[in-house]
């Protein structure tokens, strides 16, 4: 039931949202979930890098830079 009510609120949120402001959606949850590894993300989209430095730059999104060396543990 969990399942059926999850897949109602996406084809609702589908059905309510203008199709470029799901890519957009789906371009930062990508992004945020690699945090902002662009070449991750480019492969789970099967695009190239280069495509989405487009995308982002076509949709006005500032690119985030990850700190290189060792993660610190919160």
């Known amino acids: 039931r969990a399942l059926a009510g999850a897949r109602g609120e996406a084809a609702a949120y589908l ?3 203008p199709p470029a402001e799901v890519a957009r959606d789906q371009l930062v949850a ?3 979930h690699n945090e902002w590894n662009i070449p991750p993300g480019a492969r789970l989209l099967k ?3 280069p495509t ?4 982002l730059q076509r ?7 990850r700190r290189l ?5 919160t």
């Open 69 to 73: 060396g060792k993660r610190q543990e």
């Open 52 to 55: 989405i430095y487009a995308r």
């Open 47 to 49: 695009v190239t890098r």
């Open 15 to 17: 059905a309510a949202t």
């Open 30 to 32: 990508i992004l945020e």
């Open 59 to 65: 949709l006005g999104l500032p690119r985030h830079h």
